[in-house]
């Protein structure tokens, strides 16, 4: 997937017409329409205002690759020892890790806490 093509995706994801989305960006549509077209490349001011506006980095955006930065050492760690896991644990921790997540999730719609 091509740069304006990503920026199109993620701005229909976020569930934004293109007229107001230009407009947060404080564009023309028509010059946002090139953008996603592959016409025109924005520049490095409008790529930090886009992945604000759609909040993700501007790597994501350029890239495509999704981030994310584990901010608990404890976690981080586990997880980088959980590399060297043979494939089968490792689809081990990935289950109780959606379990535990999973419980979480119902615990708040039990409790009538929104998700």
Excluded: N
């Excluded at 996603?36 to 909040?55: C, N």
């Amino acid at each position: 997937m091509e740069l304006g093509e990503r920026i199109a995706y993620l701005r229909k994801v976020k569930g934004l017409k293109q007229k107001d989305f230009a407009k947060t960006l404080g564009l023309h549509p028509a010059h946002l329409s090139r953008w996603e077209r592959g016409h025109v490349t924005p520049s490095s001011d409008a790529l930090t205002k886009i992945a604000e506006a759609l909040e993700v980095t501007v790597d994501e955006l350029v890239s495509g690759q999704e981030t994310f930065e584990l901010q608990d050492p404890q976690l981080l760690r586990s997880f980088h020892q959980a590399q060297e896991l043979p494939q089968e644990d490792k689809a081990i921790v990935v289950r109780l890790i959606e379990t535990l997540t999973t419980k979480q999730r119902m615990e708040k719609v039990l409790q009538g806490a929104p998700l």
